[in-house]
């Protein structure tokens, strides 16, 4: 009895922070949209361009943080957050005029930004990856529409 007294006790201290948590769970919003994009990619001197590719954005709010996150073929996929860690640096680039989030790799200096026009809902999304001794730079952009 006295077993079962003090496992109730434990479970009562720990219960308003259980239920307290559920509240954050629910504030994520999970937006995803179709985009239809093409770029370059440039490694030292040398580029090529990508063809049209039908990729998917998912944009994920949590508090105070966004994710964006690119969905396609290998060369499209990407993501970036404003979350800082000990692993990245983010940064929110929302505004007015767009939605959209910058991170860096705090050991290897790699670039990720992802930006989606709010008007136009257009998809602009870069990054510059460091791999051993080529710096690789990928851009790529277009037009996006909102889910039915």
Not at 33 to 54: D, L, Y
Not at 83 to 112: C, D, F, M, P
């Amino acid at each position: 009895m006295n077993q079962l007294l003090f496992s109730l006790h434990k479970l009562r201290k720990i219960l308003p922070l259980v239920i307290g948590f559920f509240p954050v769970l629910a504030q994520a919003q999970n937006f995803k949209m179709p985009c239809e994009v093409a770029g370059i990619m440039k490694v030292g001197s040398k580029s090529s361009t990508f063809r049209r590719e039908a990729v998917e954005v998912e944009i994920l709010t949590m508090g105070r943080n966004i994710y964006l996150k690119i969905n396609g073929d290998s060369e499209y996929q990407m993501q970036a957050s404003s979350l800082v860690t000990e692993e990245y640096t983010g940064q929110n680039l929302s505004s007015a005029n767009q939605i959209g989030a910058k991170r860096i790799h705090r050991k290897t200096g790699s670039e990720y930004d992802i930006r989606v026009e709010r008007e136009s809902v257009r998809l602009h999304a870069k990054a510059e990856i460091f791999n051993a001794d080529k710096k690789i730079y990928l851009d790529f952009e277009g037009p996006c529409s909102l889910p039915k």
